[in-house]
């Protein structure tokens, strides 16, 4: 029942940055772990990065840890994540998602069937 709704996509060359944010319409948003999820031509849905409900709690994939940074405003019913030093590979449709289960386990985030509500996503671009 809840809406995701992703921003901030778009072009941009190697080694530069994008920041996408998530915002849920959901009421008890603070109560959701969330993930982000990118899905590249030929490929299957691959997990990103996912943050517990209070933001104390990160996590990624290894081919993304220390360029991706996942955060979270609850104030603001919204996710974040700050892609830097991208690469061509980063190329993909990017999606959000929440999970109303709230718990931050690093094995159940990285899992897609263990999230509740997906996004439409949002395409990122990067070129050479």
């Known amino acids: 029942q809840v809406k995701l709704v992703e921003s901030g996509g778009g072009l941009v060359q190697s080694g530069g940055s994008l920041r996408l944010s998530c915002t849920a319409s959901a009421r008890t948003f603070s109560t959701h772990s969330m993930g982000w999820f990118r899905q590249g031509s030929g490929k299957e849905r691959e997990f990103v990065a996912a943050?517990?409900?209070?933001?104390?709690?990160?996590f990624y994939s290894d081919s993304v840890k220390d360029r991706f940074t996942i955060s979270r405003d609850n104030t603001k019913n919204t996710v974040f994540l700050q892609m830097d030093t991208l690469k061509p590979g980063d190329s993909a449709f990017y999606i959000c998602?929440?999970?109303?289960?709230?718990?931050?386990?690093?094995?159940?985030?990285?899992?897609?069937?263990?999230?509740?509500?997906w996004g439409q996503g949002i395409q990122v671009a990067v070129s050479c």
């Open positions: 998602a929440g999970a109303e289960h709230g718990h931050a386990n690093s094995i159940w985030l990285k899992r897609p069937n263990m999230y509740d509500q």
């Open positions: 943050i517990g409900p209070s933001g104390g709690s990160t």
